[in-house]
C-alpha cells in the first residue's frame, strides 16, 4: 500500500526549521487531495496540513497553523511541507497521502500514503 516517499525528516532543536519532499512512481493526481499526517507514540494520528488540487485550498491543523506550510509544484511532482519555529510536541513520524477527498486523509484512510519520515525536535 505503500506507494509515495518521504524525506527531509531529521533532528532540530527547538525553534529550528526542516523541509519534508513526498514523490512518486508518477505525478500526484489531478483534482485530488494531498496531505501529511503525523503518528507519535502514545498519541493519536495528526492530520497536520492538506491541499485541495481542485480548489487549491489548503488546511491545516490548529497546531501548526501559522508554523508549517504544505505546498505542491506546479508540475505535481513533488508534495512540501515547510515547517518553520518546531517545537518537541512536533516530534513525530510523518507520512504524505493521496487521496480522492481530504476527508478520506483526514480519517486516516487515503488512497496512497508513504512508510514515513521520523521528525524529532529536541528542547
Known amino acids: 500500500q505503500v506507494q509515495l516517499m518521504e524525506s527531509g525528516g531529521g533532528s532540530v532543536q527547538a525553534g529550528g526549521s526542516l523541509r519534508l519532499s513526498c514523490t512518486g512512481p508518477?505525478?500526484?493526481?489531478?483534482?485530488?487531495?494531498m496531505g501529511w499526517f503525523r503518528q507519535a507514540p502514545g498519541k493519536k494520528r495528526e492530520t497536520v496540513a492538506t491541499?485541495?488540487?481542485?480548489?487549491?485550498?489548503?488546511d491545516y491543523a490548529d497546531s501548526v497553523r501559522g508554523r508549517f506550510t504544505i505546498s505542491l509544484t506546479s508540475d505535481k511532482i513533488t508534495l512540501y511541507l515547510q515547517m518553520n519555529n518546531l517545537k518537541p510536541e512536533d516530534t513525530a513520524t510523518y507520512y504524505c497521502?493521496?487521496?480522492?477527498?481530504?476527508?478520506?486523509?483526514?480519517?486516516?484512510?487515503?488512497?496512497?500514503r508513504g512508510q514515513g519520515t521520523q521528525v524529532t525536535v529536541s528542547p
Open positions: 508518477e505525478k500526484f493526481s489531478e483534482r485530488h487531495c
Open positions: 497521502s493521496q487521496s480522492w477527498f481530504c476527508s478520506e486523509i483526514e480519517e486516516g484512510n487515503p488512497d496512497k
Open positions: 491541499i485541495d488540487d481542485y480548489t487549491s485550498r489548503a
